[in-house]
């Protein structure tokens, strides 16, 4: 029980991927103060958390039932959002993510979706609470979501540190993960819409 526990949490940890959300987060890192980002950042995770107990809880159901729409149509639209990312982030680098999400002060809503919640998020809260009960299923989600929330504020202690003295080795560096990052997420994107596909396909 303990081990299968552990694997969810580390499943969506994996996805939720707290190395690669901060590069996606490197202006609001940036801008605000630590305990301003720690306060955004709170509230994204509450609104992340939230979704993914009620996906763990209800499982597909949710679109099946309630939204009367197939997943395979979340899976297609969720891949176009993440392609038109990872165009803008070859373009543009890791900042082209900051006109998806507006004025920083207004960001919570924005981080939860579609940087922490997205098709694969989703699909692996609907995987956990096929393997537990709902109350220990919400547990692994909250486990997964601190344990992401906290790398990702040490990783912005980190960066405060460093880059007053070393501020164009943090942007070289940014500028390259978020090139990198661009192919990542561009070829999620194109499996994502893949799936979807299939899933449609499948039907006939």
């Known amino acids: 029980m303990t081990e299968t526990f552990i694997s969810s949490s580390l499943l969506l940890f994996t996805l939720l991927n707290p190395f690669l959300v901060i590069v996606y987060l490197v202006d609001v890192v940036q801008k605000l103060e630590k305990h301003q980002f720690r306060r955004v950042l709170l509230r994204a995770g509450l609104i992340a958390t939230a979704v993914f107990c ?6 597909d159901a949710v679109f099946v039932r309630l939204m009367q ?3 395979a149509s ?9 392609m038109l990312i990872g165009i ?3 373009f543009k680098g890791p900042t082209a993510i900051e006109m998806l999400r507006g004025e920083s002060e207004h960001v919570a809503g924005a981080i939860a979706m579609p940087v922490l919640i997205g098709p694969g998020t989703i699909s692996a809260s609907v995987v956990i609470g096929q393997n537990h009960s709902p109350l220990v299923a919400c547990g692994a989600v909250i486990v997964a979501v601190t344990a992401c929330l906290a790398t990702i504020v040490l990783l912005k202690s980190i960066h405060d540190r460093v880059r007053p003295r070393r501020e164009a080795l943090i942007q070289r560096y940014i ?4 090139r990198i990052t661009a192919l990542y997420v561009g070829t999620v994107a194109i499996e994502m819409i893949m799936q979807g596909l299939d899933s449609w396909l499948d039907k006939f």
Do not use: N, P, R, Y
């Open 54 to 59: 009620i996906f763990a809880i209800l499982g």
């Open 74 to 82: 979340f899976k297609i639209f969720g891949g176009i959002i993440f």
């Open 69 to 71: 729409v197939e997943f």
């Open 88 to 90: 803008q982030f070859v």
């Open 175 to 178: 500028e390259i993960a978020g």
